[in-house]
């Protein structure tokens, strides 16, 4: 388990550093899910920004994605199960799918640790510090970044690389992340160890 450190990375120690995306393979077909669609555009921008950055800097790049409970599918299932339909995330989808040197862990609930491999992946990775992206910023970002920092994990939450369904409850939520749990949620461009691509 990762000590308790400052929450400023060292420029010439980045290989701590793992960027986990969360929940985007995603249908977006429950309630509230077209308030998601009409931010996806950037979102997707933003992400796919910041992952290429963590791959030029080698960081590895962790999917942590809900089952939705559908426990005889895995997560290659689930993604072409999104992939051959018709729905508002499929072009979310399409454009962030894991590549082939990508992690993945399936979730059965909101938080990316729980009844997962995720903190042994960690351990494995020597990882102790966390970037945070995904959806939704009051559920599996929330939760996630609670487990992580009852862990000693350094976080990094960019606001620009999460979105929720209700404007005021994301406030809020971010709000709770770097208050309470000692975040940096500046947008992603302004991170320490930011490289453009």
């Not at 590549?99 to 990882?127: C, W």
Request: hydrophobic residues 40%; contains cysteine.
């Amino acid at each position: 388990m990762p000590t308790n450190k400052s929450n400023i990375i060292d420029p010439k120690d980045k290989k701590n550093v793992a960027l986990l995306i969360i929940d985007v393979i995603n249908d977006f077909e429950f309630e509230g899910g077209e308030s998601l669609e009409a931010q996806m555009p950037d979102f997707i921008e933003n992400l796919l920004a910041i992952r290429d950055a963590a791959t030029k800097m080698q960081l590895p790049v962790i999917y942590v994605n809900d089952n939705f409970g559908k426990w005889q599918s895995d997560f290659h299932q689930l993604t072409q199960q999104i992939l051959k339909g018709n729905s508002p995330g499929q072009p979310m989808v399409e454009a962030l799918q894991p590549r082939e040197n990508d992690y993945i862990v399936v979730k059965p609930k909101q938080s990316g640790f729980y009844s997962t491999p995720l903190d042994m992946l960690l351990s494995h990775l020597a990882v102790d510090t966390l970037i945070l992206t995904g959806l939704t910023g009051d559920q599996c970002i929330l939760f996630t970044a609670m487990d992580a920092y009852m862990r000693d994990f350094r976080l990094y939450v960019p606001d620009d690389c999460i979105i929720t369904i209700d404007e005021t409850i994301h406030k809020n939520a971010m709000d709770m992340i770097k208050t309470n749990l000692k975040a940096d949620v500046s947008y992603s461009k302004d991170l320490p160890f930011w490289s453009p691509h």
